[in-house]
């Protein structure tokens, strides 16, 4: 998965920021030491101790730290009663047998997880305090393993870490 962090109000404002993105496939980023994997509970599957967690499996109201790789295959993850950078608070899937490329599929994902915002958070994006951005399938992640998933992440623009979730945050 691609991780398009930069601020949506630009990507909005401007199409040409879209187009400055260098964006490229999901690779399989191994660290060199075994990381612990975030455990789940069986019946709400709530993150309920924290650990990676492989990009494919994040789901709507999972909380996250910050990663800073353009590339991802895993994100770290922790209880959202625990401090944390992000949440993800929408996800879709796209439409379509080709690839559409990079710039579409920013495009759409930009306009969606925008249009969701307001429904999550109970205030105004323009003029909300939080920002998004959303993780996007790749050429090979579409080509290889149909993968058409895009997960909308919201965070703090001051980059103060967030205890709980952001739903009904209205700021």
């Known amino acids: 998965m691609t991780r398009n962090r930069f601020p949506a ?5 401007s199409a040409a920021a879209t187009i400055g993105l260098a964006l490229s496939g999901c690779s399989a980023i191994e660290g060199l030491l075994p990381k612990e994997q975030a455990q789940r ?33 895993e994100v770290p993850t922790v209880p959202c009663s625990e401090p944390h950078d992000e949440e993800v608070y929408f996800d879709f899937q796209l ?7 990079d710039e579409a599929i920013l495009t759409e ?9 307001e429904t999550f958070v109970g205030f105004p994006y323009a003029d909300s305090t939080l920002d998004f951005y959303p993780y996007t399938p ?13 997960s909308c992440v919201i ?17």
């Open 9 to 13: 109000r630009i990507a909005l404002i």
């Open 41 to 73: 509970d069986d019946e709400t599957q709530e993150i309920v101790e924290g650990g990676q967690a492989d990009v494919f499996t994040i789901a709507v109201g999972d909380c996250l730290n910050e990663v800073t790789d353009a590339e991802v295959s």
């Open 95 to 101: 439409e379509g047998d080709e690839w559409p490329g």
């Open 109 to 117: 994902s930009q306009t969606r997880c925008a249009a969701e915002f």
């Open 138 to 150: 790749t050429e090979a992640g579409w080509n290889e393993i149909d993968d058409r998933t895009v």
């Open 155 to 171: 965070y703090e623009v001051s980059g103060e870490q967030i205890t709980g979730s952001l739903a009904g945050a209205a700021r």
